[in-house]
């Protein structure tokens, strides 16, 4: 069964470095979505694209946070620089498209820890 | 605006006896989806269930059965005979149909531990 993938699975970092995520989402899926999971709460998202182009990234803290999707297949999420309330597990998500294809399948997530 | 609220942070249940979940949305939206995932320790999250709007019909899978209320805007969740396995923090999760995004509002879960 196809499967997102994500890596690293686990990360941590000092506070003020740079940190980036990578995600390979389902083969032929053209909506990839990265949402940011806080301990104790429900996911929210980041950033969406549409193939390479960015559809949603109105909560994504454009000062530290930058992410990309260059050729419309995998995605790197960057921040930089860390700070210690970025601590928390950043998911990977992707879909066919949205509406009645909208159905997201997770990666198994990034924890990140920043000291 | 759009809200999931999870009223129940956790629950204990000992093996074998049935559960509810509980989800209230808000939406101004007439057309929308709803979601339950389910998360395990391991982190990942797995997609267990999508019901759109216009179908109020309740839906049976094996142990599983979900319970769409529009009127009351509730999308209840029971597991019946629940197993150790069960064990996770169950998220729902709403989202706008057809809209500009299709990001999903996520509720706070609930964790639940079955006992052995």
């Known amino acids: 069964e196809a499967e997102v993938a994500q890596s690293p699975r686990y990360k941590i970092t000092e506070k003020s470095q740079a940190v980036a995520f990578w995600c390979d989402p389902i083969?032929?899926?053209?909506?990839l979505y990265w949402y940011r999971q806080i301990l104790g709460q429900g996911p929210e998202l980041l950033v969406q694209?549409?193939?390479?182009?960015?559809?949603?990234d109105s909560q994504l803290p454009k000062d530290r946070f930058s992410a990309e999707r260059l050729k419309g297949v995998d995605s790197t999420l960057k921040i930089q620089p860390a700070e210690l309330g970025d601590s928390a597990m950043y998911l990977c998500?992707?879909?066919?498209?949205?509406?009645?294809?909208?159905?997201?399948?997770f990666g198994p997530g990034t924890r990140l820890t920043v000291t | 605006a759009q809200k999931v609220t999870q009223a129940q942070t956790e629950i204990s249940v000992v093996e074998k006896e049935d559960v509810t979940l509980d989800c209230v949305y808000e939406?101004?939206?007439?057309?929308?989806?709803l979601f339950w995932y389910k998360q395990p320790p391991s982190g990942e999250l797995v997609f267990l269930i999508r019901?759109?709007?216009?179908?109020?019909q309740n839906e049976i899978s094996g142990r599983y059965s979900w319970n769409f209320q529009k009127s009351t805007s509730s999308f209840n969740f029971t597991i019946t005979a629940s197993q150790v396995v069960d064990s996770a923090v169950y998220f729902c999760?709403?989202?706008?149909?057809?809209?500009?995004?299709?990001?999903?509002?996520f509720g706070t879960g609930t964790l639940l531990a079955v006992q052995p």
């Open positions: 999760a709403l989202s706008d149909y057809g809209g500009a995004t299709n990001k999903l509002i």
């Open positions: 019901r759109n709007s216009f179908d109020e």
């Open positions: 998500a992707s879909s066919l498209g949205w509406g009645l294809q909208g159905e997201q399948y």
């Open positions: 083969s032929g899926h053209a909506t």
């Open positions: 939406t101004r939206d007439t057309t929308y989806y």
């Open positions: 694209f549409q193939d390479e182009s960015v559809v949603d």
